[in-house]
Each structure stands twice: as structure tokens, then as C-alpha cells.
């Protein structure tokens, strides 16, 4: 759900003079996308529904400090972003594991086409958690998110030429980690 920029600006002021309700409706205009982050940042759905609703308290508490010279969303990704990155420190969690994190309920026309599917979500979402947190952060929010360099660069608050060169690296060890997982995959598979 998108809101006009002027209406978004409205909202932030009502919410910076206590307003909970304001506060509550920018909460509904981006929890989706902050759940993506996350999400993709961790591996993991509980890990990122605890992360995202950390970012949600952090931003609150960090609301008098946000100036609209950048968007909402891109300050509201940046801090969804060191909230994954220091909840999975804490945890120590790096590889998801859950059969529930899987999507087993696609609409493919077979089972095996599903399950076939899921699993390759399942080794691509395992790579991308396995990428180093500067990469990760990158790739999700280009890739996943959509954003632009320049926006990943006002998020992260990097230049845009390391937007592009962490990215690249980001790419080329993704490409590198997927290719040694379906290898195991193939070989199990032929086993």
C-alpha cells in the first residue's frame, strides 16, 4: 500500500508530536516491505516477524530524529536492515530450517514441480543468509526491494560506487555459492 508523498510527510509530523494512530497507519503503509527485508536478511520467519516488529519499536523511538530530506521507506529499510543483521548475531541463527519457511503451496500443476521448486527457494534463500551482512543488505534491497543504487545508497548511507561493487561481489558470490549447492543437491539426487 502506497501513500502520497505529502500525506506520508503529514503522518511522520502527526506521529514526531505523539500522534499513535498516524504513527500506526505509516506502521500499515510499510509493514509489508519491512517484513520483505527482513525476511530476506534473516532466513527466517519468526526471526524476521521479531525483527520487524523491532524496527517498528526502534523507529518510534528514533522518530524525532527522521528528517524527510529521504524517504520513510528507505530510513525505515535501513533500520529493518541493522535490526536483522543484530538479531541474527544474537541468535546465531544463519541457515534456515523450518519445512514451514517453505512454500509448498504454490500453484504448480504437480507435486513434485512444487516440491521441486520449494527446494530451490529454500537453497537460494540459504544462500543469500549465508552472504557476508554489507552484501546481503545490498542484493535484498536491489533485488528483492526493487530500489534503485541511489536509494540503496541514501538507505545504507554508502556511496553509490559501493552500492554497485558490493552488489557485483554480492552477485558473483551468490552465483558461486548456488552453483556448489545444486551440485550437492545433484549429486544427492543421483545417488
Not at 529521504?70 to 544474537?90: C, E, F, G, P, Q
Not at 543469500?128 to 545508497?153: F, H, M, N, Q, T
Not at 549447492?181 to 545433484?186: E, F, G, K, S
Request: charged content about 25%; hydrophobic content about 45%; overall charge neutral.
Amino acid at each position: 500500500m502506497t501513500t502520497s508523498p505529502a500525506n506520508e510527510i503529514t503522518l511522520v509530523m502527526q506521529a514526531q508530536n505523539g500522534d499513535r494512530n498516524a504513527f500506526s497507519e505509516l506502521i500499515r503503509i510499510h509493514t509489508k516491505g519491512v517484513q520483505g527485508v527482513v525476511y530476506r536478511m534473516c532466513g527466517d520467519r519468526q526471526l524476521a516477524e521479531d525483527a520487524a516488529q523491532e524496527t517498528f519499536i526502534q523507529a518510534w523511538l528514533r522518530l524525532s530524529s527522521y528528517r524527510p530530506k529521504s524517504s520513510l521507506r528507505n530510513w525505515l529499510y535501513r533500520i529493518a536492515v541493522n535490526t536483522a543483521i543484530d538479531m541474527l548475531r544474537k541468535e546465531k541463527r544463519i541457515l534456515p530450517g523450518a519445512v514451514d519457511d517453505m512454500n509448498l503451496a504454490d500453484a504448480a500443476p504437480e507435486p513434485e514441480a512444487r516440491f521441486v521448486k520449494a527446494e530451490r527457494s529454500a537453497l537460494v534463500r540459504t544462500a543469500v543468509v549465508g552472504l557476508p551482512d554489507a552484501s546481503r543488505a545490498v542484493l535484498v534491497l536491489r533485488e528483492y526491494e526493487g530500489l534503485s543504487y541511489k536509494e540503496i545508497a541514501d538507505t545504507l548511507d554508502i556511496p553509490v560506487g559501493t552500492v554497485m561493487s558490493r552488489l557485483n561481489y554480492a552477485r558473483k558470490l551468490l552465483r558461486e555459492k548456488l552453483e556448489v549447492l545444486l551440485d550437492a543437491v545433484a549429486e544427492v539426487e543421483h545417488v
